[in-house]
C-alpha cells in the first residue's frame, strides 16, 4: 500500500473506535460494554499496529530513495567539478575548460583550492570564478563542494559560537553595536550650551549659539587563538571534538573582548571604560559596606553623578565578590543590612535578599550586572576592585568580523594534526559620552 492508502485506512480505523466508544458511553449493558471492548482490543488494535509497522516501512523506502538521490546529485556535482581543472587546448595550447571556455585558473592568478574555501564562505566573486570554470551553476557547485569537503557544519558552527558569545558575555547586550567596514572611525561629540525662558508675547526668545564638536576616534583590533587536535581524535570522538574545540576557543576570545572593553589599554587591544579619560571618579574608604561614606552610599552617589552629568544610568556593574559583600553586610545586632526594611524579616527564609541574588538585581532601582572580569587587582595594595555606574548604551561595540573558526590539515600533516583557529575583529569605545558613566574606586573595594 501507499502512504496516502495506509493514512485512509488509518481515519477509518479511528472514525470505527470512536463509534464504539459512543456506542459503549450509550450502552447499559456490561455485556454489550464488553464486546465493544474485544471489537478494540482484538480486532481494530492488531489492524492498528500493522498499519503502523507498514507505515514505518514506506518511510524507510521514501528516506533511503530521498538519500540515493542526493548521492546521485552530490555524485553529479563532483563530476561537474572535475571538468572544471585547467586542461590543454587547441587554440595556441592556453588552458581552457572541458566546455571550450577560458579557464579562470589557467594564469595561476587564482587559487582554484582557496576558491572553493572562499565559495563556501559566501563570496561572490570566487562562485563566479568557479561556476565558470566548471561550466555549472555556482550555488549548485558550492553545495556539492561543501558537502565534500565538510564545509556544511560551519553555519552548525557559527550558531553554537552566536549562543556561546550571547550567554557568556555581560557587556554585549548592554552596549551599542555598530559593524563598520573600516579598522578605524570618528565619531563625532557635541555638547550643546542651549538657553530657554519665559518671554512675553511679541519679545525676542532667547537662543544660544554654543557649540562644541570633538572627535572619538576608535580603533579595530584583531583577537585569535589556535588548537591543535589529532587527526585520530577528530575521527573517533562522540561527540565531536571540533565542535568541543571550536566552542572552547569562542569562549575564550569572548572572555579576552569582554576584558578589554572593560580594562583595556588602547594598546593592540581596545580602550577599556576603566582606562577612558573624562569619566566621573567616587571613592570609598570605609571598609564597611554600609558605613557612612561606605560603598552603599558611594554607589548612590555615583548614581547621583550620572543622573547630574548626563541622565539616568541604567546598569551597576561589579564583580560578583563586591555583590556578595553587600548582601553579607550585618549591623551590630547581626542583622542584614541590605534586605527587606522590616526588621522582622531580615533574618527569615522570606528574606528579600534570596531575590536579589537571582537574575535580576538591584540597587535604588537600577539594575546590577556581575561581571567576574571586573579587575580585583587594582590599588596600592593590588586587592582593589571597581564598581561602574552608568548608562553603558554609550558604550560602542564596533564589530568588524564575528567570531570565525578555520581549520587546516596542513599545518602538521607530518604528525597527522589539524589547527583550528578561532578569530574576531573588533573595537570599543565609551569616550563619546564619558560623562554617562561613574566609577567607584578606592579602599573601600579591597579584599576583605
Aim: aromatic share 4%.
Amino acid at each position: 500500500m501507499t502512504l496516502e492508502e495506509i493514512a485512509k485506512k488509518m481515519e477509518d480505523l479511528e472514525s470505527r473506535s470512536a463509534a464504539l466508544v459512543e456506542q459503549a458511553e450509550a450502552s447499559t449493558d456490561n455485556a454489550e460494554i464488553a464486546g465493544f471492548k474485544a471489537v478494540l482490543t482484538d480486532e481494530i488494535q492488531p489492524q492498528l499496529a500493522a498499519l503502523t509497522a507498514e507505515r514505518d516501512e514506506r518511510l524507510r523506502e521514501e528516506e533511503v530513495k530521498s538519500l540515493k538521490g542526493t548521492v546521485g546529485t552530490l555524485q553529479e556535482a563532483i563530476d561537474e567539478l572535475r571538468k572544471g581543472f585547467p586542461v590543454a587546448g587547441e587554440d595556441g595550447g592556453k588552458a581552457v575548460t572541458a566546455t571550450g571556455e577560458p579557464n579562470p585558473y589557467a594564469d595561476g592568478t587564482h587559487s582554484y583550492y582557496q576558491d572553493i574555501r572562499m565559495a563556501n564562505k559566501g563570496r561572490q566573486d570566487a562562485i563566479e570564478r568557479i561556476a565558470g570554470a566548471s561550466g555549472i551553476e555556482g550555488k549548485a557547485m558550492t553545495e556539492g563542494v561543501g558537502a565534500q569537503g565538510g564545509y556544511l557544519v560551519q553555519p552548525v558552527i557559527e550558531r553554537q559560537i552566536l549562543d556561546t558569545r550571547e550567554l557568556d558575555n555581560v557587556l554585549r547586550p548592554l552596549c551599542s553595536k555598530l559593524n563598520v567596514t573600516t579598522t578605524e572611525i570618528e565619531l563625532n561629540q557635541i555638547t550643546l550650551g542651549t538657553t530657554a525662558g519665559w518671554v512675553a508675547e511679541l519679545a525676542e526668545k532667547p537662543e544660544a549659539t554654543a557649540l562644541t564638536l570633538a572627535t572619538v576616534s576608535a580603533s579595530v583590533f584583531t583577537a585569535a587563538g589556535l588548537a591543535t587536535i589529532s587527526n585520530q581524535l577528530l575521527a573517533d570522538s562522540n561527540p565531536a571534538v571540533d565542535q568541543l574545540v571550536t566552542r572552547d576557543l569562542a569562549k575564550r576570545l569572548i572572555a579576552l573582548e569582554e576584558t578589554a572593553f572593560l580594562a583595556g589599554t588602547g594598546t593592540g587591544q581596545p580602550l577599556g571604560i576603566l582606562n577612558t579619560p573624562g569619566l566621573s571618579t567616587k571613592t570609598v574608604t570605609p571598609t564597611k559596606v554600609s558605613d557612612d561614606g561606605g560603598l552603599l552610599d558611594t554607589v548612590l552617589d555615583a548614581i547621583t553623578q550620572v543622573q547630574t552629568d548626563y541622565g539616568q544610568p541604567t546598569t551597576i556593574l561589579m564583580h560578583p565578590r563586591t555583590w556578595t559583600r553587600i548582601l553579607q553586610d550585618k549591623d551590630a545586632n547581626g542583622v542584614y543590612t541590605y534586605g527587606s526594611p522590616d526588621v522582622a524579616l531580615r533574618n527569615d527564609v522570606r528574606d528579600p535578599r534570596t531575590v536579589f541574588t537571582g537574575p535580576v538585581r538591584t540597587l535604588w532601582g537600577v539594575n546590577v550586572v556581575l561581571s567576574n572580569r571586573i579587575p580585583t587587582n587594582l590599588g596600592i595594595g593590588t586587592d582593589e576592585s571597581r564598581v561602574i555606574v552608568g548608562d553603558f548604551s554609550e558604550a560602542l561595540i564596533l564589530d568588524r568580523q564575528g567570531i570565525t573558526v578555520d581549520e587546516s590539515p596542513h599545518v602538521y600533516f607530518t604528525s597527522n594534526q589539524t589547527v583550528f583557529r578561532a578569530e574576531e575583529r573588533v573595537g570599543f569605545t565609551a569616550a563619546r559620552q564619558p560623562k554617562a558613566f561613574c566609577v567607584v574606586g578606592g579602599a573601600g573595594l579591597a579584599t576583605g
